[in-house]
Structures are given as C-alpha cells and as structure tokens.
C-alpha cells in the first residue's frame, strides 16, 4: 500500500491552502488482511464496515479488504467471531528495534490506565515496559496538552472556519477518503502521538528511535505518514504489549515501582474519553456558550461529518470526533472491555497523576516546546464511487428477485448491507455478489437441486439405453462370429477351392480344398499360418493366376469359369467382386478331379445342348423330323455319363 508523507513548507502550493506536498511514497503491507481458511463467510465484516472496504469475491463468495478504500477503524476485526482477520503486527519490528543497541523511547497512551487495571499501580506498568528493554518511558499526556492547548488557540481565534477535529486516524483517513471536500476543515494540528515524538526528540536527540504504545490500531498507519522529528518508528496496539509481556514473562508481582521520564502530563491523561481533549485545555463544551460539539462512536461520527458537510453554516459548531466510543474503548485495546468502568479507571487515574503534579516543572517543559512544529496538512484520497444508475440497479434487483425493493430502503441485512437496494448498489460496484444474498441463494439452491435431480434422470436413462444397446451389440457380435463360423464350416466342405483376397491381395479366408489345390508349399504355409490368413496371393500364384484377381479388383466384373494351367494341373477359375474394389472371391476347381471333371463334363454338355438346340431345332424342323430324336440322344448321353460317375 502507498503512504505519503506530508510536507508542512508547501501549504500553499496544494489545491487547497491546507494540502500539502507529497515528499515521497514508501510501502506497506496491508494494515488489516483476512484469513481465507478461517473464515465461515458469515459477512459481519462486510456488514459493519461503513466505507464498503471489503468486497466480496465472485468465485469463492470470501471477503477480501480493499485497502485503498480502508480508513483502518477495525470494526471488521472486532466483529469476526472465527478472528479471521488480523492487523499488521509490529512485534518483531519492536524486537528488532531493541536489538538494534539504539536507544528506544515508549511513549505511552493515558488509555493504560483503562486497558490494564490488572495492573494494581502505573509504575508497576512502567517498570514492565522498562524491562522490555526500552530506555525511556513517556506519557503521551504531555503530548496530549501541547495539542489541546494549540486546539483552544484554534477555536478561540475564530476567523469564520469551523473545524473538525483530526485527532483520530480513522476520522481523518474517512474524511481524506470520502468526504474530501470537508479537508480544509480538518485541524490542521497533530495529534498527541505525533507531537509527542517532537518533544521526545527535542528532549532525548535525534537519534532516538520511538515507539507508540497505545489503543488504536489505525495509528500504525497514521505513524507512517511522518517523518523527522515527527517519525514514529512502530506503534504497538496494547494487545500487543500484553504479548509482549507474557513472552518475556514479565510479570507486575516481580518488580519495583519505576516513574514515567520526564515531561510529565497534566490533565492530558484524560484523553481517552472522548472530550478529555478539550477539559485538558479547559475548552468550553458548554451547551450555550460553546463552540465545540463532540461525537464518537461509528454511527454518530458518520451522522456528524455528514451533516457538518451539508449544514455548517447552520451548526455553526467546531466538531471533536472519535472513531470509537473514545479512545478507551480502541480496538488495539482488549476485547470485552467495559465503557464505563474504563472511564471511571481514567479519570481515577488522571486524579491520581494530579495529586503529584508539579506545575511549574510541566510549564517550564511546555514553554521548552514553544518553538515546536505541531502543525499538518491533509492529503485528498477519494474512494467515492459513483451510484450506478438506477436502471442498473433496477436490473440487479431483478436479478436477485427483489425489484419490488427498488424504492425500499429496508432488507434483511444477512448480506451485510442495510437494505436490498444498498445491496444492489454494491452489487454494480463490483463489491458484492448475488450469492451473498440468503433468498437468492437458497432460490438458487432449490433450482440447482431440480435441475440435479433432472440430470440424474436423464443419466440414468441414458446409461439404461446404452446397458440395452451394448447387449444387443454383444448379441449381433456373437450372431456374426457364429454366421462366420458356420460360413466357415460349410466353405470348408466344399470340394472346390474358395479364396477371398483384399484390395492388396492378402487372404483373408481360404478353404482347405484351395490350399490344397495350390500344393506342397501352400500346405507348409498352412502350418504357420493357419488358413492362410493375412499371406501374400501374389507370393503362392504365378503371375497369370494372381492377374485375374487383380483384374477383378481392378475393372470390379468377374471373370467366370476361366481355365489356368496350374503346373501340370488345370484349374476351372471364376473370380468375382465381394466389394467393390475391397475384397475379391475366387473359386477355384481341379480339373483332374473325378467330381469336378464329371460336373464341368455335364456342363459343358448342357452347354453343348442349349448352344445347339436351336440349330438342333432348325435343322430338325428343315428336316421334318429328328430334332426330337436329337435332344433324346444327348440327354441319354448326359444320363449315360452321370450313372457312369455313380459306380
Ligand atoms: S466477519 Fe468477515 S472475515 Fe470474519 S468470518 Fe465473517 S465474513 Fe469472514
Ligand atoms: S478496518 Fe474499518 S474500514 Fe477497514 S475494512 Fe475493517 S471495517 Fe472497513
């Protein structure tokens, strides 16, 4: 994340007479993250932050803060029961500074005397911060009296402008951020952190490396943005002390009072409750003759800033605001603290601190302060989004099946925002998501289940459909390898040979009549590999053999009954396409044969006789006799030949 420091020498040369130049830019991690693994999506956060910081991602329905638009208030963190969300620490920054060998000053807020009333006595506290290793112990009271008297001058020399106090981070960050029109308003005056470090520095050097101990976790930012004199070099939240304390056991029961080092506060301990800023420069808050009205607390800090943005001129008051319910109820304090018990530790503890206070020691410590630079400026930073027209977010509620929300300015709020309109807006922005709303989502949910249950259906159908069509493929398989074998069976008992070739002539099913009209070689063949299957025609034919099978593939018409002479044999061939241009069938018949020569004897005789019957027919009929004769004596002779092949 970019901070920027602020210059005091420019103040001129801004947009506005009270902005000033950015120096430079240096980085930072995050202050608040969130821990995707902890957390339930429960929205609270989303829900309780009041700038819409935190958007909602569309894939994964989890949180994430958008930095930029963060103003650090820590209302998220305090609200994520799973604590899913977390700040920068600067634990290990403190250890590191200490074991630097420089010399460190804790400067502390007057809120320890709220946060740690386990703590019977505050120099026992000092003690304990002691032992951790730092030099010196300072209380930002001092720093707390140099600021309030700077606000009395302020408001008291009133020329026409009323202010806005800028003592709380978050209320600054939220007015750079969202309504930096009112930046000119903002006191241009540091806070008790801030002039603190100036006066430890003045006092202790230079060199000096500062710590702030206190109860605002927006700080940690806030330290960033100052350097020089005014540098802060880490700010510990004081749930981080406590840390700090248990891991180096360091326990009140074992140690001696110690004081705070000088300068000492005066009634600038009672800056933690809200208007303890101005009782310590005895600021009037007197309701009919004061000028300073203050406010804390989320929503009332929110109600004031906007009304003090629209209707100054009619308040006519300075405003003092907090964040929080003051800075005793901070939320780097611990949780479950109680208000008004804190309150009551405060100004016990700032009795306490008066009974001891030397006057004229804390005059002379502020007078040494007089040349002190406790002025700032103020850096416009705007999130403000713009509203999506309002088409836009009719369609959105349309989307989420609320339009009749469109002019409602209530919801249930389980999306975390305060009406379905809000929602909807966020919605535009890029924000939020649909699914963050309950109805939405279970709507969604109901839709999703029917469509699953549809699918489920449909799929159970499907595989029913395929479970009967694989069983009736299996069906047809087995019908096909039975026909195959039975085709098989029957080609095998033929007498004549039966090849069957492929376009490139391999066999793919000869007969044992064809291997054995082949011979020898084919027979050996036969013997490694089984009916032939897959050898080359070409490599067991002679050439004008194989031709015709070629022939056949070629020209796809058959070639019938044609006589090869096949070594001293003589083969009676017809070859005829199976598929065209794919496969080709020969039958092939032994001529030597008894059965195969008695058969082709007979058909050439009937062919004899049909060939002749006419001519039979004509010469006998020229003749008036004798054709009839004639037809007698060759069907005799064919009789003749076929009882002679019987014996
Ligand atoms: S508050 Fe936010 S971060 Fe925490 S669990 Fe709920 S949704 Fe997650
Ligand atoms: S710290 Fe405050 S502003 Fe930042 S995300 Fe949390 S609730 Fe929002």
């Not at 209320?171 to 029109?181: A, D, L, N």
């Not at 490599?539 to 053999?545: A, E, G, K, N, R």
């Not at 002749?612 to 020229?622: C, G, P, R, S």
């Not at 009839?628 to 064919?638: D, V």
Request: with cysteine; net charge negative.
């Amino acid at each position: 994340m970019g901070l920027l420091f602020y210059s005091k020498k420019n103040k001129s040369s801004a947009q506005s007479a009270d902005i000033f130049v950015i120096l430079s830019i240096m980085t930072s991690s995050a202050l608040f993250r969130i821990s995707h693994n902890t957390c339930i999506k429960c929205y609270s956060c989303v829900r309780i932050c009041v700038v819409k910081a935190i958007r909602v991602e569309v894939n994964t329905e989890l949180p994430t803060i958008i930095p930029e638009r963060c103003i650090g208030c820590g209302s998220c963190y305090r609200a994520c029961s799973p604590a899913a969300i977390s700040y920068r620490s600067s634990i290990q920054e403190v250890k590191e500074l200490m074991a630097s060998g420089q010399k460190v000053a804790a400067i502390c807020d007057p809120a320890i005397s709220g946060e740690f009333r386990d703590i019977t006595d505050y120099r026992k506290f000092v003690k304990m911060i002691r032992n951790l290793g730092f030099a010196y112990v300072i209380e930002i009271s001092f720093g707390v009296d140099l600021v309030a008297a700077e606000y009395k001058k302020l408001f008291e020399d009133f020329r026409g402008k009323y202010h806005i106090t800028a003592n709380c981070p978050a209320v600054v960050s939220f007015i750079e951020k969202y309504h930096p029109s009112l930046i000119s308003n903002l006191a241009p005056i540091v806070s008790p952190m801030i002039a603190t470090a100036s006066v430890v520095r003045q006092r202790y050097g230079q060199d000096i490396k500062i710590v702030a101990i206190g109860p605002c976790i927006a700080a940690k930012d806030e330290a960033l943005k100052f350097e020089g004199n005014e540098r802060i070099d880490s700010v510990l939240t004081f749930t981080e002390l406590r840390n700090l304390f248990t891991e180096f056991d360091i326990q009140e029961s074992h140690l001696e009072f110690s004081e705070f080092d000088p300068p000492l506060g005066n009634r600038g301990s009672l800056y933690p409750i809200s208007n303890g800023l101005l009782q310590s420069a005895v600021i009037s808050e007197d309701l009919l003759g004061g000028t300073v009205i203050t406010a804390e607390g989320r929503d009332n800090m929110i109600r004031a800033v906007t009304e003090f943005d629209t209707r100054v001129d009619l308040i006519r008051r300075h405003i003092n605001l907090f964040y929080d319910e003051g800075c005793l109820m901070g939320p780097g304090t611990s949780a479950g603290g109680e208000k008004f018990l804190r309150h009551t530790l405060v100004t016990d503890y700032a009795n306490k601190r008066l009974m001891t206070f030397d006057a004229d020691s804390w005059q002379s410590h502020i007078n040494s302060c007089s040349g002190l630079d406790l002025s700032r400026g103020f850096l416009a930073d705007d999130q403000r989004l713009p509203i999506p027209p309002d088409e836009t977010i009719e369609d959105v509620l349309k989307m989420i099946g609320q339009q009749e929300q469109s002019d409602n300015t209530v919801g249930c709020e389980s999306c975390g925002y305060p009406s379905c309109r809000e929602f909807a807006i966020a919605i535009a922005q890029g924000l939020a998501t649909t699914e963050m709303c309950h109805i939405f989502s279970g709507r969604n949910r109901q839709q999703y289940i029917q469509t699953l249950r549809t699918t489920n259906e449909k799929l159970a159908s499907t595989q029913e459909a395929l479970r009967i069509s694989e069983e009736q493929s299996r069906h047809e398989k087995e019908s096909q390898i039975e026909e195959s074998g039975l085709i098989s069976a029957m080609l095998q008992q033929l007498v004549s040979g039966v090849v069957i070739v492929d376009e490139n002539l391999r066999i793919l099913h000869a007969n044992k009549a064809f291997i054995r009209i082949l011979g020898e070689e084919a027979a050996m063949v036969d013997e490694v590999i089984p009916g032939l299957e897959g050898a080359d025609l070409k490599s067991l034919l002679p050439v004008h053999f194989y031709k015709l099978f070629s022939f056949v593939l070629t020209a796809d018409e058959s070639v019938e009954r044609k006589d090869v002479q096949y070594g001293d044999g003589l083969l009676n061939v017809s070859v005829f396409p199976l598929r065209s241009k794919k496969f080709v069938g020969g039958i092939v018949r032994d001529m030597f044969m008894p059965e195969v020569y008695k058969e082709h004897s007979n058909t050439l005789m009937r062919e004899v006789i049909d060939q002749n019957f006419d001519t039979v027919q004509k010469i006998a009929f020229l003749l008036g006799e004798g054709a009839a004769k004639t037809e007698q004596m060759l069907n005799a002779i064919i009789e003749s030949h076929k009882s002679q092949g019987k014996k």
